[in-house]
């Protein structure tokens, strides 16, 4: 069985008292048949940072990107298209939108995504998107800027069925999270039993939103087997189904052959 954890954070994780080192967090993680992992970056100096933790791993690859709350940090548009051509990098982002925290930076968030999607187009690569009360101007900027030419994922997927239809009619696939096993998730679990088989996703976004039982505990990619599990649960399909079907979808989605990482040891 092979699953892949579509979206984390491997340069967050506690590595002073929970992890010897990120070669640590991928056994753990294949132990759970999780034998690839794409690490996100945040910020453009945190991609460096990112490059230099992980290291050369052959179950890992990477993305570059700005993320909406962190607009303070100095970014370059060049450098952001520069390093999105580093071996390794399938994908620009994460990026989006996020109004819970910074209302007042709308318009900046607006430039820097547009930004990313006009990167992304010329280099023929998925956008990872990060949205968060702000569902309207996501959805129109990927309508006027075309995102559909690229393609990409709406990772931690929190939104309802309506939201959904919309971006699946763009040609975007579906990333779901820990919070799918959440007590006081059902209507996201609507969306999961709303979403087609080929344009799903798994991910744990860890360090953050650890799925049951591992809640309130820091997040590892060896948990998105526990993600995987309950979704196959409300797909109405074996694990070993699904792992295959969301497998083959990061493939397509990130341009990946898959099964060149099958005897990652």
């Given at each position: 069985?092979?699953?892949?954890?579509?979206?984390?954070?491997?340069?967050?994780?506690?590595?002073?008292?929970?992890?010897?080192?990120?070669?640590?967090?991928?056994?753990?993680?294949?132990?759970?048949?999780?034998?690839?992992?794409?690490?996100?970056?945040?910020?453009?100096?945190?991609?460096?940072?990112?490059?230099?933790?992980?290291?050369?791993?052959?179950?890992?690859?990477?993305?570059?990107?700005?993320?909406?709350?962190?607009?303070?940090?100095?970014?370059?548009?060049?450098?952001?298209?520069?390093?999105?051509?580093?071996?390794?990098?399938?994908?620009?982002?994460?990026?989006?939108?996020?109004?819970?925290?910074?209302?007042?930076?709308?318009?900046?968030?607006?430039?820097?995504?547009?930004?990313?999607?006009?990167?992304?187009?010329?280099?023929?690569?998925?956008?990872?998107?990060?949205?968060?009360?702000?569902?309207?101007?996501?959805?129109?900027?990927?309508?006027?800027?075309?995102?559909?030419?690229?393609?990409?994922?709406?990772?931690?997927?929190?939104?309802?069925?309506?939201?959904?239809?919309?971006?699946?009619?763009?040609?975007?696939?579906?990333?779901?999270?820990?919070?799918?096993?959440?007590?006081?998730?059902?209507?996201?679990?609507?969306?999961v039993r709303y979403v087609p088989l080929d344009r799903l996703l798994l991910e744990t976004?860890?360090?953050?939103?650890?799925?049951?039982?591992?809640?309130?505990?820091?997040?590892?990619?060896?948990?998105?087997?526990?993600?995987?599990?309950?979704?196959?649960?409300?797909?109405?399909?074996?694990?070993?189904?699904?792992?295959?079907?969301?497998?083959?979808?990061?493939?397509?989605?990130?341009?990946?052959?898959?099964?060149t990482y099958l005897n990652t040891n």
């Amino acid at each position: 069985m092979f699953l892949v954890d579509s979206h984390c954070h491997l340069d967050y994780l506690n590595y002073q008292t929970l992890h010897q080192d990120v070669e640590d967090v991928a056994a753990k993680a294949r132990s759970r048949d999780v034998k690839l992992m794409l690490a996100v970056c945040t910020t453009l100096t945190g991609f460096h940072t990112m490059k230099a933790i992980i290291g050369r791993h052959n179950n890992v690859l990477f993305t570059c990107g700005i993320h909406p709350l962190h607009l303070n940090e100095p970014y370059d548009f060049a450098e952001l298209r520069r390093l999105s051509t580093e071996e390794g990098v399938v994908a620009l982002g994460e990026t989006g939108l996020d109004y819970y925290y910074h209302q007042e930076k709308k318009s900046q968030q607006h430039v820097v995504f547009r930004e990313h999607i006009h990167v992304a187009k010329i280099l023929n690569k998925p956008l990872i998107v990060h949205t968060r009360n702000a569902r309207e101007d996501t959805l129109a900027i990927l309508r006027e800027e075309k995102a559909s030419d690229c393609g990409g994922v709406i990772h931690c997927f929190t939104e309802d069925c309506s939201t959904a239809k919309v971006l699946l009619e763009m040609g975007f696939y579906i990333s779901f999270s820990g919070i799918v096993t959440f007590r006081n998730s059902e209507v996201l679990r609507q969306v999961v039993r709303y979403v087609p088989l080929d344009r799903l996703l798994l991910e744990t976004d860890s360090p953050y939103l650890a799925p049951v039982p591992y809640r309130g505990k820091e997040n590892q990619p060896a948990y998105v087997r526990d993600v995987a599990d309950f979704i196959a649960m409300l797909k109405g399909v074996s694990l070993t189904q699904l792992a295959a079907l969301t497998t083959a979808n990061f493939g397509r989605l990130f341009h990946v052959e898959t099964h060149t990482y099958l005897n990652t040891n």
